[in-house]
């Protein structure tokens, strides 16, 4: 059967990190305005602002915010105030903050994020005098269950107030979102806390963030003669072991995961934006997002202002490291750049990224957080466990697109995302109509065979242009290489599946091309048919394990074809034998008869399943199956 996949190019650029420098100067910059700095009318005990240096008491001033006209010059600019809290700064001096963003033409978007303590009718005549398109985004981590690491300086909890000014949100036609920390609190009841989140109707965004605060170690020192209820609070939830507030990447990505599943499966998604999960959903779509995760805009295109005049990088890394220069001292963006190319934070950030040069994710991933990378890796030797529940994200988010009626399918370990380029089909509607159809006219295949055994329309090594071809072509036997048939006919004979394309491995010696892997891809007629595979496919895997050759894996892959003629991107499923990560290419290919030959008996005997089996036997982490 005709190849149409190729292996994604290993060349990086500025996939994962583009410097200020060289994008268009219509690509807008984030500033965070610290208004006053960490001055808060709570003391969340997880607040990160507080574990820094930073100052209190001062604000932000009109004149800072003229200053970043000045210094981006026609740049757009995207402006959160922040905190602590920002609206600390008081109603009598907020005006002036606001009139002054309103009168910048480059000001593109304002988005203030609130505790929503002070938050009343009082505020919002304000902001509607004075900025009536502020975005308004508050912190709620869920039900009062889970808001029980947000609380006063005296140990009471501030969700009531959340839920007022929520409530007050409603009645006034506004709008906002929601940022929800996913802490122990939460963990195992994803569905429950979204569809609390949900059941307020302004919330309109709701963004997870993680805790993973697990070598926090050190409570924070009281600057009074007494000890406020909260920070004795904090000082019981901080020790040795890190913080009980904290959790594990792997924990993030299964909360995420189940919160997709609810916002899917209980239509949310019509009115609600969830992320990580749309900025996942966007990059696998091959779209651009937003969410500096997940694009090439990263520190580079992050600032943050402090009250102080300091002038820095995204505040989520390390102050005062990620400080850049006074804000009086920049006068231009070159001023800008040139500090940060002199950082050294941000030189180790960009050093970070080179690892995802071989990482098979990293077009949709986007190199992740880089500030959470560089705290891992500085605090335990390595930021794997990051990088495997970036992963795992995107391959579950992969299946909740392919398959949203069958939510389970998403905690599949074995089945991976990769992207193909290209992957494509002249028409796949008619392909899947003349599958299933024996009366259609079917004109003659161009079959040509290569010296290396190559079968397309040109006969030639390394080439991608072929017919399509189904069981009831006459040249159908002919158009399959001979290693890649029995799999194949098991595939569509005894799993009444369909096959869009199938190689069975090439070495291409004294080509100069590189070798090929033996594949067999399937495209699900239905996304019930979608789920269906997948979940055989990964039985198939769960027994192999064990039986194959060592220098062989076998993997389930999660990727898409493209019709021509419609431009549509249809789910498929790929089942690929690849080379083990400390194997060479000529084990591979000495031993990959045997393996075919085991993989060929294992899927005749696997019957159609509903479920995966990676609840019975967990595997090894997705990012060593390439």
Not at 371 to 390: F, I, N, P, Q, V
Not at 428 to 444: E, H, K, Q
Not at 537 to 547: E, I, K, N, P, T
Request: hydrophobic share 40%; glycine share 8%; with cysteine.
């Amino acid at each position: 059967m005709p190849s149409t996949l190729t292996t994604p190019t290993t060349t990086i650029g500025t996939e994962v990190w583009r410097p200020l420098e060289d994008t268009d100067h219509d690509a807008a910059v984030s500033v965070v305005l610290k208004l006053r700095g960490e001055t808060c009318d709570a003391d969340c005990l997880y607040c990160f602002e507080k574990r820094k240096v930073a100052p209190g008491g001062a604000q932000i001033t009109p004149g800072h915010i003229r200053r970043l006209g000045q210094i981006f010059g026609g740049r757009p600019l995207a402006i959160e105030l922040h905190g602590g809290d920002p609206l600390t700064v008081g109603k009598k001096a907020m005006p002036a903050i606001l009139d002054e963003l309103a009168a910048q033409p480059t000001v593109r978007r304002v988005h203030l994020q609130t505790n929503a303590v002070r938050l009343d009718n009082e505020w919002l005549d304000l902001i509607d005098a004075h900025y009536p398109g502020l975005h308004i985004g508050i912190s709620l981590d869920g039900d009062e269950q889970g808001n029980s690491w947000r609380v006063g300086y005296d140990g009471n909890p501030i969700y009531p107030h959340i839920v007022s000014a929520l409530n007050l949100l409603a009645e006034r036609d506004r709008t906002c979102g929601i940022v929800t920390v996913v802490t122990p609190a939460v963990l195992g009841r994803a569905a429950e806390i979204i569809d609390h989140i949900a059941s307020f109707d302004a919330v309109r965004a709701v963004h997870l963030i993680p805790a993973f605060d697990a070598t926090v170690t050190k409570a924070l020192p009281t600057t009074g003669r007494r000890t406020s209820p909260s920070r004795r609070r904090q000082a019981d939830a901080v020790g040795g072991d890190g913080a009980a507030w904290a959790i594990t990447p792997a924990q993030y990505a299964e909360f995420v995961l189940d919160a997709a599943a609810r916002w899917i499966g209980d239509g949310h998604f019509r009115r609600i934006k969830l992320d990580p999960a749309v900025a996942t959903i966007r990059r696998l779509k091959g779209l651009d997002t937003s969410h500096c995760h997940f694009s090439a805009h990263k520190c580079s295109h992050v600032f943050t202002a402090y009250p102080d005049g300091r002038f820095g990088s995204c505040d989520e890394l390390p102050w005062p490291q990620a400080t850049l220069l006074p804000l009086a001292a920049a006068h231009s963006e070159a001023d800008v750049t040139e500090a940060q190319h002199a950082n050294p934070l941000l030189t180790a950030g960009r050093q970070l990224m080179t690892k995802c040069t071989s990482c098979p994710y990293r077009t949709v991933c986007g190199g992740g957080c880089t500030a959470t990378r560089w705290r891992m890796l500085k605090e335990t030797g390595s930021d794997d466990a990051y990088c495997d529940h970036r992963a795992r994200l995107i391959d579950g988010m992969a299946h909740l697109l392919a398959a949203p009626d069958h939510l389970a399918g998403a905690h599949c370990l074995r089945a991976h995302w990769r992207a193909a380029d290209p992957n494509v089909m002249d028409d796949v509607d008619a392909f899947l109509a003349r599958w299933d159809d024996p009366t259609t006219l079917r004109t003659p295949a161009r079959l040509r065979v290569s010296d290396h055994g190559n079968i397309n329309a040109v006969g030639l090594p390394g080439q991608h242009e072929a017919d399509d071809l189904d069981p009831h072509h006459p040249q159908w036997r002919e158009g399959v290489e001979d290693r890649v048939w029995p799999l194949l006919d098991t595939i569509t004979q005894s799993w009444r599946a369909v096959t869009y394309d199938s190689c069975q491995g090439h070495a291409h010696q004294g080509t100069g091309l590189a070798p090929s892997v033996f594949r067999v891809g399937m495209l699900p007629r239905t996304r019930a048919e979608y789920a269906a595979l997948a979940a055989r496919l990964c039985h198939v895997l769960v027994s192999a394990d064990g039986y194959l050759p060592a220098a062989i894996t076998a993997d389930a892959v999660r990727t898409e074809l493209t019709s021509t003629r419609t431009g549509r991107r249809h789910p498929v499923l790929n089942l690929a034998l690849t080379p083990a990560p400390t194997s060479t290419w000529a084990d591979y290919f000495t031993g990959l008869d045997q393996a075919v030959r085991t993989l060929t008996h294992i899927a005749r005997h696997t019957p159609a399943v509903t479920e995966c089996a990676c609840a019975s036997c967990p595997p090894r982490p997705a990012r060593e199956a390439q």
